[in-house]
């Protein structure tokens, strides 16, 4: 199974600075999501991104967060204010069309906020 | 909301013997149960599922059981080897929605 693309691999960003996280996925790919993993700890579900709006969100996702899909392909997920508790891997995921509950994961961004 | 538990935390042993990882759920309600492989540096990898429906499922040397009923799931590999070394998670997938709940991990060490 191919993974999905996510750029930057590592993004270093001041306290208070907007970030924008990107996966490129699969196109005949259903459903997309975010999740973040703080340094040693468990994968955490942010949002999931399912034709074009958002299905769910945890209460991680705060008004802070955005996903988008601005241009149909790439997946995005903002962080306007960035913390220094954001500093995490973040996953983007992604379910192929046809039902399947298979969430495969890309890489990973890894954030450091200063 | 759902909470999964995973256990032990790390666990160390001898290649070509066998590695167990033992995960509970605490909804009922959850029907689907993924096994994933996290290689440092990397995403996790999916490596097994199991679907509430069906007991046990088993891929070459990777199995795993789920009983419903006691809300609990375990990983089995066989003939382990010094490549099977990583972080492993469990998650559990609610019949609504499509989000995963993940477990702690298990950081599996395979000695030579």
């Known amino acids: 199974e191919p993974e999905v693309t996510q750029t930057p691999s590592h993004q270093v960003t001041q306290m208070g600075q907007e970030v924008i996280l990107r996966c490129v996925p699969i196109s005949n790919h259903l459903y997309f999501y975010w999740y973040r993993q703080i340094l040693g700890q468990k994968v955490e579900f942010l949002v999931s991104?399912?034709?074009?709006?958002?299905?769910?969100k945890s209460e991680i996702f705060d008004d802070q967060f955005s996903v988008e899909r601005p241009d149909g392909s790439n997946f995005t997920l903002k962080i306007r204010s960035t913390k220094l508790e954001d500093s995490a891997m973040y996953f983007c995921?992604?379910?192929?069309?046809?039902?399947?509950?298979?969430?495969?994961f890309g890489p990973g961004t890894r954030l450091t906020v200063t | 909301g759902e909470n999964v538990e995973q256990h032990p935390s790390t666990l160390s042993v001898q290649e070509g013997d066998s590695a167990v990882i033992k995960c509970t759920y605490s909804?009922?309600?959850?029907?689907?149960f993924p096994w994933y492989k996290q290689e440092l540096g990397k995403g996790p990898q999916l490596i097994i599922d199991i679907r509430s429906n069906v007991g046990e499922k088993k891929d070459q040397r990777i199995a795993v059981t789920l009983n419903k009923t006691a809300k609990h799931f375990s990983l089995h590999i066989t003939e382990t080897q010094p490549e099977d070394s990583a972080v492993y998670f469990c998650?559990?997938?609610?019949?609504?929605?499509?989000?995963?709940?993940f477990g702690p991990g298990t950081r599996l060490s395979v000695l030579p």
């Open positions: 995921a992604r379910t192929r069309a046809g039902g399947n509950y298979e969430q495969y």
């Open positions: 909804d009922s309600a959850s029907n689907y």
């Open positions: 998650a559990a997938k609610k019949n609504y929605g499509q989000n995963f709940v």
């Open positions: 991104f399912y034709n074009n709006e958002i299905s769910e």
